[in-house]
């Protein structure tokens, strides 16, 4: 069992930035892949930006493409997900999530454990 905890979402203009954190607690870290999930109202919850267990591989939705980027500490059991050039449409609720697998996977099924998300609003 892993439990994950985001933090760091908020309100920000369109252009701003933000940087989500998850923490990871109850297992040991570095045997998940790690994966950032949306969820916008009225929609379903999307992919984001996943990453390897060591952080050498990551996989990118084209549309944060260029303007998010995952990272992890290993040593602090967290996952990172810097934001730049914030759009409205960006504005969702944001979910990290945990994979057993080798895997890196863009599949929300995939996925064995999640946070109860952070949210994000970017103003026009």
């Known amino acids: 069992q892993v439990q994950l905890v985001e933090s760091g979402g908020g309100l920000v203009q369109a252009g701003g930035s933000l940087r989500l954190s998850c923490a990871a607690s109850?297992?040991?870290?570095?045997?998940?892949?790690m994966g950032w999930f949306r969820q916008a109202p009225g929609k379903e919850r999307e992919f984001v930006v996943a990453?390897?267990?060591?952080?050498?591989?990551?996989y990118y939705a084209d549309s944060p493409k260029g303007r998010f980027t995952i990272s992890r500490d290993n040593a602090k059991n967290t996952v990172y997900l810097q934001m730049n050039s914030l759009k409205p449409e960006d504005t969702a609720v944001y979910y990290c999530?945990?994979?057993?697998?080798?895997?890196?996977?863009?599949?929300?099924?995939?996925?064995?454990?999640w946070g109860q998300g952070t949210q994000v609003t970017v103003s026009s």
């Open positions: 990453i390897s267990r060591s952080g050498g591989t990551t």
């Open positions: 109850g297992h040991t870290f570095s045997s998940y892949a």
């Open positions: 999530a945990a994979d057993r697998s080798l895997r890196v996977s863009y599949v929300y099924g995939d996925y064995d454990y």
